[in-house]
Each structure stands twice: as C-alpha cells, then as structure tokens.
C-alpha cells in the first residue's frame, strides 16, 4: 500500500511536469503574444514593445522563461496577472474554493441519484427497470450547457426559487447558488453512473455464486452487500472517478452560464483576455485534478482488494 | 421406516421457449419424474446433455418453480421455493447443492476459509471463538493445505475449487448433498481424488446423495441406485448393477456403448 502510493505520488508529479511544459509551449506558441494584450487596440512603437518585452523576459528563450516560471511555481509564485496585476494565486484562491464546493455538492448529488436508481434498477427487473432506462437514456443526453439554460428558465425565473446568477454570501447562500450549476452538472452523470451501476450490479447478480448463496441459506441482504456490491465495486469506482475529473473540466461551461465566481469562470474569461499566467495555472489545476481523481481511484481498488485483478474491471 | 431423504412425485417442469416465428412453444424439460432416495441412500441421475437432470435439481433448491408435482426432502414439503428467511434457512440445512464448475460457483474475493465461516456463520450454533476450529476441520475433511485455504479461487486448481465448493456445501451440515455433475469439469486423476473423496464423506456422515451426472463409471461408484433420464422423462430406474449391467432399455444401452473403453478406437 505504501509502494502504491509513492508510486501514485510520482506519477502525480511526472504527469504535472510534462504537462506544465505542453501548457507553457502551447501559450506562448499560439498566435498573438502577451505584449499584444497589454497594448491592447494601440499600436506601441518598437522601442516600447521591446521595453515591455523586456520587462517581460520575453525576449529570453522559451526554456529559460519556462525554468524561471517552474521554479517560481515551485516556490509558491505563479506570477502575476497581465490584466489586473494581482498576485495569480490571490486570484485563484477564492475561485478554486467555489469550484472544489460545486464539484463536490454535483458528486454528492451524483453519487446518491445515481447509485440509488442503478441499484433499483438493478434489482427490480421489469416495471422499475424499464422506467429508469427511460429516464437514464433522456437525461444521458441533456448535456450541461442544455440543462443549464432548462434550469435556469424554469427554477430560477419562473419559479424563483434560487438565483439565476452569481451565488449568495454565506454558507447557507452559496449552497443555494450552487445547487441549480450542481443540478446541470450531475444530470448527465446520473443517468451514467446509473447504467454503469445498473449492469455492474446485474452481471454480479448473474453470477452463479450469488444466485445458489440464497440456496446456501445465506440472508438476501447479506448476498447483496458481501457478494454483489462488493464485486461491482471496482467498475463503479472507475466510472465515479472518471465522472468527478471531468466534472472539473465541465464546470467551464456551467459556471459561465450561472456567473459562478469559480475557477472555470476564471479560465474563460482568462483565456478570453489572454491572461496567461493565469491560464497556465488554471489548466496546471484541472489537469492535477484529473491525476489526483485517478490516483485516489486507484487506491480505492486496492483498498477494495489487494488481489482483485480479474473480477469486475472495466478496462 | 424412515422417511425417505428426497421423495419426488409427478415432478414436471415446462418452458416457454420462442419457436422462431414470433411465438412461443411449450418445452417439457421434466416430464412427470418420480423418484425417491433413502435415508443415507444415494441415487445417480443418468442421460445426455438436455435431458432435465440440471432442472430437476435446480428446482429440489429452489432455484427453479416446478410446474407441477410435488417434492419433499426429510419428509417436509418444498414443492414451491420459499421468500421466507427462516424457511430458507432451514431447507438450506436440509439439502445442499454442489455444481459442475467450479470456476463461477465461488466468489472470486473470498477465499476457501471466508466462504465456509460465512456459512457457518448463518447456520451452525458456534461461537466466534468456535468456528475457526470447525473451518479447519472442514478443510481438512475435504483435503485443502493452510496455505490452500486462505488463497483466492484464482489461484486454486479446479480440483481444489471443486474441495472448496464441498467444504462450502458440508458446512451447513446437509442430510442431503445434490452433486450436478460435480466431478465432470476436472481432468481423469483429479475426478478419481474427488469421488474417493466424496466416498469417503459419504461414509463418515451418513448422508444421502443424488449424484446427476452423464458419466455411468462415476454413478457406478458414488451410487446404489439409478434412474435413467431422456428428454424429461424417466426411461429406465434401479439398483446400479441392474440397470447399468443388464439394461432394458434401448437408450440405456446405447449411453453404456458410448462410454469408451479400453481398447476403443474412433469411428469403429
């Protein structure tokens, strides 16, 4: 276990290293330079461009721009913004706060609608079944920006029950602002994580040793919890996993339809204005979220079953 | 005279089966089977792939609802398959199933000494403190090492798998052990180590047996009594030296003559 996790850990960090380089490179590759943004719709004489250049260590070669931004990242610094001058990590902070809260309140949200309707589902062949299919294969293909805009139109102006943007101050208002963007992630990852516990829990279901443990005179409850979800375990993982990383790519989208103040807002607007460190560190930020989700999966199957290499994997 | 382990009366079973035209066909698996096996006895159930032997004891579990006739096992009835925990429960110390492979009949997380103390745990009257004792015993009543008993199924032979499965079974102290072709997945040498070994299980406990197998050497071993099954009905029923030496029937004849021999040569 301790192995796994030094080797997790390494592998969090060589991922992060090699895509902080594909980042850097691809900002400064791309066309229009960060001069450009700060001159904005005036046309600077050569000497100011190559002043500010200057003043930019733009005019030193990319390597060595990118080793004075990789240690600086190290030691804390992220720069700071072209756009408003503020110190990147101040900008990040609140922001990563309201994203890491909607992320968790759409998976709790995810979790319980999801688990609950494949495992009902799962166990109750024909009528239930039948009605959570239909359901899951309607809302499967909602996608966020559809149900966001749905959402919106009918909870927060019709019916004016929660804000139609920005969220409230508080705890208690910052949940209420949060709940319809949750609403619009969890739609489509509900209805996934639904099927894939539906057939995860029916294939265990299937299995002779669960089918004859009845036999054995072992309770129906017991059956379920120790021999089904136990062995459907693993692929739900994986797909909760899955689910919850890209959920961080997908709050883009939704925190720009409902003005949430979070961190995909601010990559939009960041890339919108060219604020490229800022950029750098948001996309250093979603892709450490993908590694990290991976890895704690990863651990979650191990803890599940140090041995389990063959039963209910979905690769 | 004592009641009879398993008596079953008149026992039919129909599937709809899709006749390939949009339709349905009533298919009689099990056509009006009666058979009984005595206390301690043990019956082997003999016929080709398809012939109902399968659906007869899967319905004598309760897997499978007759679709009509009527079973008792130790003289209680268990004509339909119970919803009831305590019922379950009881019929489960009653009669247990042994299956043909053992590959899906174990669950692949837990190990030999997990699945027995699982049904230990919901059946016999022991202690925690009691029952690693009565593991123990298990394994070694069906010949599986320390080391075999804490491994997962994959890392066991089927031969093994198969021990596990009877430890499994025996633990729940049956009067009566079905086995479905419980020996007919392993390879010659490991299929004689485990009818020796249900032989001698046999002997040390008393129970009754019903052995549903298509291999006449093996019912010829384990069993005293025979009834020949083909297409749900029962063709041909006696002690195993009458039938299987000296058969009536046609179709007895011709499952004998396609055992092979020593001496047998394809296509002769």
Redesign the interface.
């Known amino acids: 276990m301790g192995r796994l996790l030094l080797h997790r850990l390494g592998g969090l960090a060589v991922t992060l290293l090699l895509s902080s380089m594909a980042i850097f490179g691809s900002l400064y590759l791309a066309p229009g330079s960060p001069e450009d943004v700060l001159f904005g719709s005036r046309a600077p004489s050569a000497a100011a461009r190559a002043a500010v250049a200057r003043e930019l260590h733009l005019d030193r070669p990319l390597p060595v721009r990118y080793w004075d931004w990789l240690t600086g990242v190290l030691h804390g610094d992220l720069g700071r913004s072209m756009v408003t001058g503020q110190p990147v990590t101040s900008r990040l902070g609140h922001g990563l706060g309201v994203t890491l809260a909607l992320v968790a309140l759409s998976m709790i949200l995810v979790l319980l609608f999801g688990l609950g309707l494949g495992t009902a589902a799962a166990l109750r062949p024909g009528a239930v079944d039948a009605a959570t299919n239909a359901l899951t294969s309607v809302s499967v293909t909602v996608p966020p920006f559809v149900a966001s805009t749905l959402l919106i139109s009918v909870f927060a102006v019709r019916l004016d029950w929660f804000p139609a943007s920005g969220i409230g101050t508080g705890a208690g208002g910052e949940i209420r602002g949060l709940l319809l963007p949750a609403c619009a992630l969890a739609i489509t990852n509900c209805a996934f994580l639904a099927r894939v516990t539906r057939n995860a829990l029916r294939e265990q279901l299937e299995?002779?040793?669960?089918?004859?443990a009845?036999?054995?005179?072992?309770?129906?409850w017991?059956v379920l919890r120790?021999?089904v979800f136990?062995?459907a375990l693993p692929p739900i993982l994986t797909a909760v996993s899955l689910l919850t990383s890209g959920t961080f790519a997908t709050t883009l989208v939704v925190e720009t339809a409902f003005a949430v103040p979070g961190i995909g807002q601010l990559t939009i607007t960041s890339v919108a204005q060219k604020d490229f460190p800022v950029v750098q560190a948001v996309s250093l930020l979603l892709v450490a979220a993908f590694v990290i989700c991976n890895a704690l999966s990863d651990l979650g199957h191990a803890l599940i079953?140090p041995?389990?290499r063959?039963?209910g994997r979905t690769t | 005279m004592s009641v009879d382990a398993v008596s079953v009366s008149g026992l039919s079973k129909t599937f709809r089966v899709p006749d390939g035209k949009g339709g349905h066909i009533r298919h009689m698996a099990v056509d009006q089977v009666t058979f009984a096996v005595e206390a301690g006895g043990s019956l082997g159930i003999v016929g080709e792939s398809g012939s109902g032997k399968t659906t007869i004891a899967r319905m004598l579990v309760g897997l499978e609802r007759a679709s009509g006739g009527s079973m008792t096992v130790l003289g209680r009835d268990r004509s339909t398959p119970t919803r009831r925990a305590v019922e379950r429960n009881r019929r489960a110390r009653e009669l247990q199933i042994v299956f043909q492979d053992p590959y899906t009949s174990l669950d692949p997380s837990q190990s030999a000494r997990a699945a027995v103390d699982e049904v230990l745990r919901h059946h016999a009257k022991l202690t925690a403190g009691q029952r690693p004792t009565r593991t123990a015993a298990l394994m070694e009543q069906v010949g599986l090492t320390e080391r075999q008993a804490d491994a997962r199924p994959r890392d066991l032979s089927g031969g093994q798998r198969q021990r596990v499965a009877i430890a499994r079974a025996l633990a729940a102290e049956p009067r009566v052990l079905i086995l479905d072709e419980a020996v007919s997945a392993l390879d010659v040498s490991i299929q004689a180590q485990i009818v020796n070994l249900l032989a001698d299980i046999r002997a040390a406990t008393g129970m009754a047996y019903l052995l549903i197998s298509h291999d006449l050497a093996v019912v010829r071993q384990l069993c005293d009594a025979v009834l020949v099954l083909r297409r749900g009905k029962v063709v041909e029923q006696g002690s195993c030296g009458q039938v299987l030496d000296a058969p009536v029937e046609d179709y007895t004849r011709r499952l004998r003559a396609a055992v092979p021999v020593p001496g047998w040569r394809p296509g002769s």
Do not use: C, I, K, W
């Open positions: 299995r002779e040793h669960v089918q004859t009845l036999v054995r005179g072992l309770p129906r017991v120790d021999h136990r062995n079953d041995r389990l063959t039963a």
